[in-house]
């Protein structure tokens, strides 16, 4: 659009492309008082219709300063939309698992841009530039009216702190392992399916802490003595697990807890994994 509609040379281009970074940097100076007073899905909402009309303003316009004032805009609607996405994504993960949460935040932003890369650029070499800008402008209005239920929570953290973890047995041997926890919740006969709802809260809990398989049980000779069972790596693994516990994970202890008999808590157990003199010896030849 530069070069052949507008007729500049490279540093016109690096100049037009500059109009976008100062439209990021007023964006990000005065973002967070726009935050404040706007509602999430509005700003979002807004900073793609705003990148929406500048992709129309392109396809159209010859003329250099209306190019510009458009690709200001673009640059502060940009940082703002992605800034909020962001924000409200991490803000909503707990500390000890924000690293990992946000590489597949990355790898799927990143992917999302090198696709639509390929698909636009593909509508500009079988029609022309314009109409990409004009496809890329009508996605992001669809888009807009697609998502605008979605929720998009406050970049606010509801739990910044974790729970107060419970004491554990003392094991010499931290990398001990694997570890099997085996807990006995005796539930009341008239609140079974209650405790059943309420399971598949706790099988995402504790998988999401760190343990690496989970299984529910129910005693043989007492269908309302359940038995929940699951492994972890190590002792260390299994501390680094309590610690990952936050109030809302604790809530769905304490709800599972209403539902026992008044005079039976829970039964919590750990057990270390021994090795056998044939898994020694197999170690050893290995």
């Not at 003329?63 to 909020?84: E, F, K, R, T």
């Not at 992001?140 to 739990?159: I, N």
Request: contains cysteine; neutral net charge; hydrophobic residues 45%.
């Amino acid at each position: 659009m530069a070069s052949h509609k507008l007729g500049l040379g490279s540093i016109g281009y690096g100049l037009l492309l500059g109009c976008v970074g100062v439209g990021a940097l007023g964006a990000a100076t005065f973002g967070p008082a726009l935050r404040k007073r706007m509602a999430p899905r509005v700003l979002y909402a807004s900073s793609a219709v705003a990148v929406a009309v500048t992709a129309i303003v392109l396809a159209y316009s010859s003329s250099v300063a209306l190019d510009a004032v458009a690709l200001v805009a673009s640059g502060a609607a940009w940082i703002s939309g992605i800034g909020l996405l962001a924000a409200a994504y991490q803000t909503q993960m707990a500390p000890w698992v924000k690293a990992r949460g946000m590489s597949y935040y990355l790898v799927a932003f990143q992917g999302s841009n090198a696709v639509g890369g390929l698909a636009f650029g593909a509508v500009a070499q079988t029609s022309s530039v314009s109409d990409a800008f004009l496809a890329i402008s009508a996605c992001l209005l669809v888009g807009s009216l697609l998502t605008w239920r979605l929720a998009l929570p406050r970049a606010l953290s509801a739990e910044v702190e974790a729970a107060e973890p419970w004491a554990l047995p003392e094991v010499q041997d931290p990398e001990a392992g694997p570890v099997m926890v085996t807990v006995t919740w005796p539930v009341q006969p008239e609140r079974l399916d209650d405790f059943l709802a309420l399971a598949e809260d706790l099988r995402r809990l504790r998988r999401r802490t760190g343990a690496g398989s989970w299984r529910l049980y129910r005693q043989a000779e007492d269908r309302y003595e359940l038995v929940e069972t699951f492994i972890v790596g190590s002792w260390a693994e299994h501390e680094r697990q309590h610690a990952r516990m936050y109030p809302s994970d604790t809530g769905v202890l304490d709800r599972l807890d209403q539902t026992l008999l008044p005079d039976r808590p829970r039964l919590v157990q750990h057990s270390l994994a021994v090795r056998t003199r044939h898994q020694h010896i197999s170690k050893h030849d290995g």
